[in-house]
T-cell receptor, first 115, second 113 residues
Framework: KAGVTQTPRYLIKTRGQQVTLSCSPISGHRSVSWYQQTPGQGLQFLFEYFSETQRNKGNFPGRFSGRQFSNSRSEMNVSTLELGDSALYLC??????????????FGPGTRLLVL | AQSVTQLGSHVSVSEGALVLLRCNYSSSVPPYLFWYVQYPNQGLQLLLKYTSAATLVKGINGFEAEFKKSETSFHLTKPSAHMSDAAEYFCAVSSFNDYKLSFGAGTTVTVRA
């Protein structure tokens, strides 16, 4: 089975622009979560989608949003980019997103640089 | 709320020596605990996880971890370090009422020849 794929792998944007990142989960997985990784804040949860519905949301401003399509692919969008949004954005998928310690499988990430 | 603390941001070991990475958790409900590894410019790969079955968990690449409720710990060990173990390691916790993974700050392991 193919793993979690994320596109693009690298992205450079300027302040004020917006960006859309894409994630394709492992085939058959229905839950997709997004995490932000920065040197200062570490790994932080952004949100989780299951069956096209946002089921859980982290403590990020409304500039960060996401969605999930019927094929479980997910996108996240960041509007009005700030320098502090520079980070590695990781997507993770799991079969059911169950609360029973289900493993989340991570993609390689999208590295975003905001200038 | 749930959280983990990883003691030591950097660990340096000699090839063939024991690797010990420390993780303590805080959770008001029974936790699920994970260790992930991240190689440069890559995502996270699961090493092992604890989900309330056996307290001694064996993972990939010779790693294992022991869940100790009395000490609220989930330390990761490997008896003999290999050069390929050089990476960053993250401990994470989730629970039945909080699906998201809450990560520790990470521990970078370097292996000396």
């Amino acid at each position: 089975k193919a793993g979690v794929t994320q596109t693009p792998r690298y992205l450079i944007k300027t302040r004020g622009q917006q960006v859309t990142l894409s994630c394709s989960p492992i085939s058959g997985h229905r839950s997709v979560s997004w995490y932000q990784q920065t040197p200062g804040q570490g790994l932080q949860f952004l949100f989780e989608y299951f069956s096209e519905t946002q089921r859980n949301k982290g403590n990020f401003p409304g500039r960060f949003s996401g969605r999930q399509f019927s094929n479980s692919r997910s996108e996240m969008n960041v509007s009005t980019l700030e320098l502090g949004d520079s980070a590695l954005y990781l997507c993770a998928s799991s079969p059911q997103g169950s609360r029973q310690g289900e493993t989340q499988y991570f993609g390689p990430g999208t590295r975003l640089l905001v200038l | 709320a749930q959280s983990v603390t990883q003691l030591g941001s950097h660990v340096s070991v000699s090839e063939g020596a024991l690797v010990l990475l420390r993780c303590n958790y805080s959770s008001s409900v029974p936790p699920y605990l994970f260790w992930y590894v991240q190689y440069p410019n890559q995502g996270l790969q699961l090493l092992l996880k604890y989900t309330s079955a056996a307290t001694l968990v064996k993972g990939i690449n010779g790693f294992e971890a022991e869940f100790k409720k009395s000490e609220t710990s989930f330390h990761l060990t490997k008896p003999s370090a290999h050069m390929s173990d050089a990476a960053e390691y993250f401990c994470a916790v989730s629970s039945f009422n909080d699906y998201k993974l809450s990560f520790g700050a990470g521990t970078t392991v370097t292996v000396r020849a």
